[in-house]
């Protein structure tokens, strides 16, 4: 049994290092037409964990990403939520994508997204943040440790860009103005809030040097004059959740998709057929696509954004639509 258990191993382990090997690193960046073209495989041009894993039964394989963002992106006072589409877009064109698909009882409508780098869930995360979803797509949780030590000690640090095509860089020091509620969860799984969900925590302006979204305004070796940017963080909420521009339709998922506990996949079309209640409609009444919204639930209070649906705009918990 234990020969059979070795061999099973040294099969995984094995099968990891042949993806590696079959696919190097492929990305191109350019110019045009008032945009940034960044086109990669997915694959990561540095060595990653080991995968499949115990918690993670994924192997990386290559992807085809064509990302598009404005080379003058503009700046708005409100912020944009994404929901479960990419944030953005590593330098060797890795995604940035932070939220996971797994919530509190297997229950997207419950509003209780747990957190993939809260150490509470064992999604097979590596040393560089991050894993493999079931297409085989590696991507980042949070700052990328092995791009970031490729640097050569520059500070602040390049680490891509965002979906609206403001920077993202790294920092060491720079604390998020995110911290974790006081109290115990008045719904859903009840007990304290200890971050094991993104609900644990709240924004609490002046708190640290960055926004709502993680970002400033600073100068930097490439912006010499100053551009508000976003910031990698190795606190909450480690890749920004929000966004102050609008993002590219090239950071969207193709297919919406979740992944459960385990890594296993269901598929399916958004809204399943149901229609939207009336409160999450109303909660988007006057709002546009992408505001931020709540709403009263028999489970507790739901929030999420505003997005188009068959019966006008209404208010979406974060991921696919469950109406």
């Known amino acids: 049994m234990r020969a059979v258990a070795a061999g099973l191993i040294s099969f995984l382990v094995l099968s990891a290092a042949e993806t590696v090997q079959a696919a190097s690193n492929a990305v191109t960046i350019r110019e045009e037409k008032g945009y940034r073209m960044i086109e990669s495989n997915g694959i990561p041009d540095h060595s990653p964990g080991q995968f499949p894993n115990r918690g993670n039964p994924n192997t990386i394989s290559p992807q085809s990403y064509s990302f598009r963002m404005p080379l003058e992106p503009v700046f708005s006072s409100q912020t944009f939520e994404y929901g479960h589409d990419l944030f953005g877009v590593a330098l060797n064109g890795v995604p940035f994508d932070p939220e996971t698909a797994e919530f509190w009882n297997n229950d997207r409508s419950s509003g209780w997204n747990y957190d993939a780098l809260s150490g509470k869930i064992n999604l097979g995360i590596d040393t560089h943040h991050a894993h493999v979803q079931p297409t085989g797509a590696y991507h980042y949780h949070g700052v990328p440790a092995a791009l970031i030590r490729k640097s050569g000690g520059r500070?602040?640090?390049?680490?891509?860009?965002?979906?609206?095509?403001?920077?993202?860089?790294?920092?060491?020091?720079?604390?998020?103005?995110?911290?974790?509620?006081?109290?115990?969860?008045?719904?859903?799984?009840?007990?304290?809030?200890?971050?094991?969900?993104?609900?644990?925590?709240?924004?609490?302006?002046?708190?640290?040097?960055?926004?709502?979204?993680?970002?400033r305004v600073s100068t930097t070796a490439e912006y010499p004059a100053g551009i508000y940017h976003y910031d990698l963080t190795e606190a909450f909420p480690f890749v920004p959740r929000c966004l102050h521009g609008k993002a590219d339709p090239s950071f969207e998922k193709?297919?919406?998709?979740?992944?459960?506990?385990?890594?296993?996949?269901?598929?399916?079309?958004?809204?399943?057929?149901?229609?939207?209640?009336?409160?999450a409609v109303?909660?988007?009444?006057?709002?546009?696509?992408?505001?931020?919204?709540?709403?009263?639930?028999?489970?507790g209070r739901v929030t999420g954004t505003c997005r188009k649906i068959p019966e006008g705009t209404a208010c979406v918990p974060s991921g696919p639509p469950p109406f």
Do not use: I, M
């Open 155 to 215: 500070n602040p640090v390049l680490a891509g860009y965002a979906a609206d095509g403001f920077p993202v860089y790294y920092e060491p020091g720079v604390r998020p103005s995110w911290r974790l509620k006081q109290g115990t969860r008045l719904s859903g799984p009840g007990g304290r809030y200890d971050g094991t969900y993104v609900q644990d925590y709240e924004y609490a302006a002046g708190t640290g040097d960055l926004d709502e979204c993680n970002g």
């Open 254 to 279: 193709a297919h919406p998709h979740t992944q459960g506990a385990g890594g296993q996949e269901r598929r399916g079309p958004p809204g399943g057929g149901r229609k939207a209640p009336a409160e």
């Open 282 to 299: 109303a909660a988007c009444s006057g709002k546009g696509e992408g505001s931020s919204c709540s709403f009263n639930a028999p489970r």
